[in-house]
């Protein structure tokens, strides 16, 4: 029985992942066109596809996912669930649907009127990670010169972007990683000095953390409310004891680094494969707390 990856690169986290499957699961890396021709009854699959990097859309890919669930196959991240995560438009709509903290969101496009949100706002593409084209406008008057600087990037004319209230930043973040219901991984991200965003890819140190039980119980109700079963649920701390979440990664990528009683790729390709094949129960996920450890960035990773 075979459980195929979709994906277009052998990422260290794929390749981790498939390396830690449980005995007897045939877990390998396909691409969408490699698992049409050979994924077939009783198998099953993993969409792990990413946004583009012209930050204007999701890889197509994903219509062989569609392609592949409405053959019957059993899809674990199924299209819909992964185009919930990766446009930030929908996240939004479906995080506050869900009665889940998030910013106050508003969609900005060229020639419309400026949304009105009270105090320093952050401008996003509506797909993209590693930080890139997120910026801090203080006030009204940043935002319009922004705007009219994104009236020039094809990715602004394409599909707009987002606009939202700014979360006080404190300098850190967590990422907790959920894997078919269960939380497999975290990790704080710390900004570098200077930086108030928390992106490993714009030098953000990484911390491993013990995530409260309310931190994880928020990042499993984002997963659920998404329907991935692969999913990195980026959570920022409020300054009252909470969190707000942030913004949900498809095809998030973790290390060893995350783990939290146990190997996180075992964890998760545990957790997978006895969703997607109905393996029977057994151990995984968060029983004990790792000490906290600096550790060291991986360039994929967001």
Not at 221 to 234: F, K, M, P, S
Not at 257 to 283: I, K, M, N, T
Request: net charge neutral; hydrophobic share 45%; charged share 25%.
């Amino acid at each position: 029985m075979l459980l195929a990856l979709i994906a277009q690169r052998a990422t260290p986290t794929n390749l981790a992942l498939v390396e830690a499957a449980p005995r007897g699961v045939d877990f390998r890396i396909l691409a969408p066109t490699e698992a049409l021709e050979t994924v077939g009854p009783g198998d099953a699959v993993l969409g792990r596809l990413d946004v583009l990097d012209t930050l204007d859309g999701v890889d197509d890919g994903l219509w062989a996912l569609g392609s592949l669930a409405a053959r019957g196959v059993s899809t674990l991240n199924r299209a819909s669930a992964l185009m919930a995560a990766h446009d930030k438009l929908l996240t939004a709509r479906l995080l506050l649907r869900a009665g889940l903290p998030h910013p106050r969101t508003r969609l900005l496009s060229g020639g419309r009127p400026l949304p009105e949100l009270d105090g320093p706002v952050v401008v996003k593409p509506r797909f993209g990670s590693w930080g890139r084209d997120v910026v801090r406008c203080e006030d009204a008057k940043a935002l319009r010169r922004h705007v009219r600087e994104l009236e020039q990037r094809a990715w602004f004319r394409a599909h707009g972007a987002l606009v939202q209230e700014l979360v006080p930043p404190r300098g850190h973040d967590l990422r907790v990683v959920v894997a078919a219901g269960t939380v497999v991984g975290a990790i704080s991200r710390i900004a570098k000095p200077g930086e108030w965003r928390t992106n490993v890819a714009l030098g953000a140190s990484r911390v491993a953390v013990d995530p409260p039980e309310h931190a994880c119980e928020l990042a499993l109700r984002a997963a659920a409310a998404a329907g991935t079963e692969l999913l990195g649920v980026d959570l920022l701390p409020d300054g009252s004891g909470g969190y707000t979440v942030l913004e949900l990664n498809g095809a998030v990528e973790f290390t060893a680094e995350y783990a939290l009683d146990r190997d996180p790729f075992a964890a998760a390709a545990w957790e997978l494969s006895r969703r997607a094949l109905r393996c029977p129960q057994g151990p995984s996920g968060r029983t004990r707390p790792a000490s906290l450890r600096p550790v060291e960035a991986t360039p994929l990773e967001a």
